[in-house]
């Protein structure tokens, strides 16, 4: 096998070049060329200085991730990157694309960086449950300092060349297209000088130790709430600490341990898995890879209520024009109006420029009239949720939107095939369910009808990853995969609390095991009118009395909870009362309700729900089903999603919870796929 990583001479500079498409990550055969490339600089005394770059779209992207968990392969990387540190000659990284992870580490371990202005530059292992384990836990805080060092390797977020540039990580900047060039004659510089910093023997950086505690204490304090229930912030934190106390060899044992306790975690498997999940999603297995794309310039927007403006900020932000329709002046005025303070949200927290978010602004135009549509090659309604208020838009639109346009419904329940057929051209038509606030949220279900073209198709998932989303294919059924798995669990949650269990244990339960609510605070958040009749004389649920009460949720200030004015929740006694009054009403005997009980009745009934979406083909895998629970639902990223923790939990401890609970859960479907899963001891993922 050729090795993907070649080495030139220019003149008295080795380059060593990786070729490891798509992202050049740092696999066994790479980190061989690069030891084998160093030793050769080494052992030639023509040699004065060695330069390390990339072909392709980036530098050193990482460890190869696919590669973990594996027996370990060829030169490990820490012992690569000693190798190259210890070089007496000069040896430069020419950054272009992302230096990440291991691909920092790499940079780090070199003597100088040199990186073109467009450049990312970090360590984002905590986002997959891990630490930068070749050195970038003690090399970075030597190079930038500490505290810059806790945000870039707690956060994981990237930083550009500039930004380096003024904190010490990157020596030279080089113009985007000069990079070898410039990085070969910086170290033709560097030859002449008689040593070369190692970064782990640099201490200048480093905090004096009377202030190091301080530092760590200040960054704990303002953090921990960010990092709640996660394994590998704190290891990374006791890594950097270790950086700034200990002696380099010290420290880099810290760093082994760590990593290796973190990297067989359960955590990071789970982060680990949503990673490749993630990219996973966006393939759709029938629909060939190289299918034409529609071109989407101009996108029309039907409703201009709560999601159609997010809908339309998604556009916008990206560079794309929207006309957005509605049935009256007002209306239009009020949407544009929440957008602009949205889009002033934004310029105050820094998210973007006041000269952004005008251009943004600039982009959207009005309209009463459907012609004024006639040339979107996208259109997207989010009005009412009724079926008869959809054909009648899907109908008009039919009639004034140009042939071979793609028109879509953001319905959050109805059926989707039989919104398109109140069309012509069923094909085109398909579900782009977004979620509020659609500005933010990240996840986007397209939901594919029964007529839906490939092209179609290939075009909105490729669309949704341009607009910032991360898009999972679904079928038509109720609820799609997100909506359709909230139901039993809402469902158990209702009929657990008139047997005994209180609405703020349920919630508590699924907080500590890490949903960012409970369904009693959903429930109360969307409120609880939400399908309700709208009589307050007819009462036939509890929750048809907590409406008549006006307790609707945080919005009347009371719900499930008593709500004090900065919406913060209290258990409420009266709510207490009225669940035991209606216990007795139903003849429903209370008992006492331990968490693993709701446990079992409200999160297994939804890993069951998933895996009857799956043995359906309402989903494509069941790694998709974690996507959305984890982009729309705020399922706790180390955990995975509900199929991969189901898959840790073991399917068949899964199936005896449900069966346990059986004579109280008689609407409970029982998923085949689940059940002949746990029988032969399989996993879904
Ligand atoms: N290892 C293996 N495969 C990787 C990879 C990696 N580090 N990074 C990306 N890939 C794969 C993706 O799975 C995808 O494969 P597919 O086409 O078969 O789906 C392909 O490369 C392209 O990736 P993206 O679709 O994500 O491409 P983008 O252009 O959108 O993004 C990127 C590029 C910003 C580099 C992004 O891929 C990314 O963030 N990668 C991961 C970076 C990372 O986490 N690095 C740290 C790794 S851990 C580490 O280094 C440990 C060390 O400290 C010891
Ligand atoms: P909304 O009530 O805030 O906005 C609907 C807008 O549509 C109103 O401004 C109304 O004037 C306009 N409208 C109604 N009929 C119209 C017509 N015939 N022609 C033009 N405009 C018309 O409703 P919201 O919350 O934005 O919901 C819209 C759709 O999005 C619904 O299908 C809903 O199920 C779905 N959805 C809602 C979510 C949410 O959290 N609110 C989440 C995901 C989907």
Redesign the pocket.
Known sequence: MTSPVRTERHDDVLVIVSDNPPVNALGAAVRQGLKDGVEEGLADDAVKAIVIRCDGRTFHAGADITEFGKPPQGPNLPETLDAMEASSKPVVAAIHGTALGGGLEVALSCHYRVAVPSAKLGLPEVNLGLLPGAGGTQRLPRVVGVEKALDMIVFGKPIGAKEAEAIGLVDKLADEDALAETAIAFAKEMAKKDSHPATSARTDKLPDATEVEQIFEDFKQKNHRKIRGFDAPAANIRCIHAAATLPFEEGIKVEREEFMKLMQGDQSKAQRHLFFAERQAAKIDDVPKDTPLIPVKKVGI???????GGIAMNFLSAGIPVTM???KQE?LDR?TGVMQKNYAGNVKRGRMSEEQAKAAMDRLSTTLDYADLADCDLVIE????SMD?KK??FGKLDAHVKDGAILAS???YLNVDEIAQATKRPGYVLGM????PANVMKLLEVVRGAETRGDVLATVMALSKKIGKVAVVAGVCHGFIGNRMLSPRQREANKLILEGAKPWDIDRVHQEFGMPMGPFQMADLAGLDIGWHRDPNRIESLRDELCAMDRRGQKTGAGFYDYDENRRGTPSQDVEDLIRKWADKEGVEQREISDEQIRERTIYTMVNEGALILEEGMAQRASDIDVVWVYGYGWPRYRGGPMFWADLEGLDTIVGGLEKHADKMPELKMSALLKDKAAKGETFN
């Open positions: 039907i409703g201009a209520g709560t999601m159609g329709l509605e049935m209306a949407g989010a009005v009412f949720e208020v009648d838009v953001n319905t959050s369910h977004f979620f509020s």
